[in-house]
């Protein structure tokens, strides 16, 4: 028996794999950014799918992916797109905050259930659930070390959408407890090919050092254009950073700079008895030995995050329940909803009917370029 996936950019379908089946297969829809300025993130997740395996909690299982290039716009048609036409019995998905806003929003009006794969908070968080870290543990641990470090002054240079509004509402709230001054406030949009005049505001507020909101390559254009012009403070980045493609795109600027992580980036070095530790590297080696030494990603570690725990949740769901079904839907809803201690890739989570984000501190590690590579901080 194999999966049957389906993949579908710009308008091409491409059926993988074929399924003879007693049972109704369960149809997972994932949309993601595999193009477009998140696409460093959205072709680790894509690549993840096509290691997932044959079943899903024991049930054969359809995946139909597309491609939403980054655009909000599209995320929201690809997510009606997989309830009303794939009648599919939860959503993985998107790349980015605005993204996963946007199919959220289709989610809850569906009733299917959604695993985002970036930091977000929706409105009505009743269908939906967020698998990263979020922004508020993630700033946490940076403002942490930047007390630790002595610094007084930053400057905040972000994305002028919803991951960079997001952070901010972490970053000065965070400041204001750890008595750090932000003495400048600068944006830029993902498509942006100069930051020079924020670069320049920033370097006159003489600020100790620069924390980021931004993701995907798109985040070392503020960076080079800082050093460029001779700043020489310390750079603390989030998350969105993590993956070797911005460490070529950074290149040298990237020295030196902070950034927090989940645990699968480093789960070699974590200690034997890390309950994330043998998933984290049994993920890295599948995915390594299918794309390549060094190929590794966090990002696409989340979508194998959303795979073990809808593998998981569905295992417990009634078989006498048919897949495709609101019933179906509802009752995995529930099983979600139960997961408790699930060791994952990024640390483990527990989550609850009052709870949809399921990591917790534990699941937080502060990473540096040194060499040209990602090592923890000491």
Not at 93 to 106: I, M, R, Y
Not at 281 to 304: C, I, Q, T
Request: a negative charge; glycine letters at 8%; hydrophobic letters at 40%.
């Amino acid at each position: 028996m194999l999966k049957y996936l389906k993949l579908v950019t710009a308008g091409l379908c491409v059926f993988i794999g074929s399924t003879v089946q007693a049972q109704k297969p369960v149809t997972i829809g994932v949309t993601i950014s595999s193009t477009g300025p998140a696409a460093s993130l959205g072709i680790a997740q894509r690549n993840t799918v096509e290691l997932f395996p044959e079943t899903l909690g024991g049930r054969p299982v359809n995946y139909v992916v597309l491609d939403d290039a980054t655009d909000p716009s599209q995320a929201t048609r690809n997510a009606r797109r997989l309830v009303e036409v794939e009648n599919v019995d939860a959503i993985i998905g998107s790349s980015t905050t605005p993204n996963n806003l946007a199919v959220a929003e289709v989610s809850n009006e569906a009733k299917v259930p959604h695993l985002g794969l970036a930091p977000y908070t929706a409105k009505d968080q009743t269908w939906t659930f967020s698998l990263p870290q979020t922004y508020a543990l993630m700033y946490d641990a940076v403002f942490k070390k930047l007390q630790q470090d002595g610094v007084k002054t930053i400057a905040f240079f972000g994305f002028s959408d919803a991951l960079g509004d997001a952070s901010w509402r972490e970053v000065e709230q965070l400041a204001e407890q750890y008595e750090i001054d932000v003495v400048a406030h600068e944006r830029y949009r993902r498509t942006d090919q100069s930051v020079t005049a924020q670069a320049l505001k920033v370097i006159q507020s003489k600020a100790d050092a620069v924390v980021f909101a931004a993701s995907g390559s798109a985040a070392a254009l503020p960076m080079r254009a800082l050093r460029e012009r001779g700043y020489k403070g310390p750079f603390f980045q989030n998350h969105g950073v993590a993956n070797n493609d911005f460490l070529r795109v950074a290149d040298k600027m990237g020295e030196g700079m902070i950034a927090p992580t989940g645990l699968v980036l480093v789960a070699e070095q974590l200690p034997d008895n890390h309950p994330s530790k043998s998933v984290g590297v049994k993920y890295l080696s599948m995915y390594e030995d299918k794309y390549g030494a060094g190929s590794r990603n966090p990002f696409g570690a989340y979508a194998y995050d959303a795979y073990l725990l809808l593998d998981r949740a569905i295992a417990s769901v009634d078989g006498s329940v048919e897949a495709g079904t609101p019933e179906f839907r509802t009752a995995l809803l529930k099983e979600l909803e139960k997961t408790d201690q699930l060791a994952l890739t990024h640390g483990t989570s527990s989550l609850s009917a009052d709870n949809h984000l399921g990591l917790r501190e534990d699941a937080v590690v502060l990473i540096t370029i040194k060499d040209g590579q990602w090592r923890l901080t000491k």
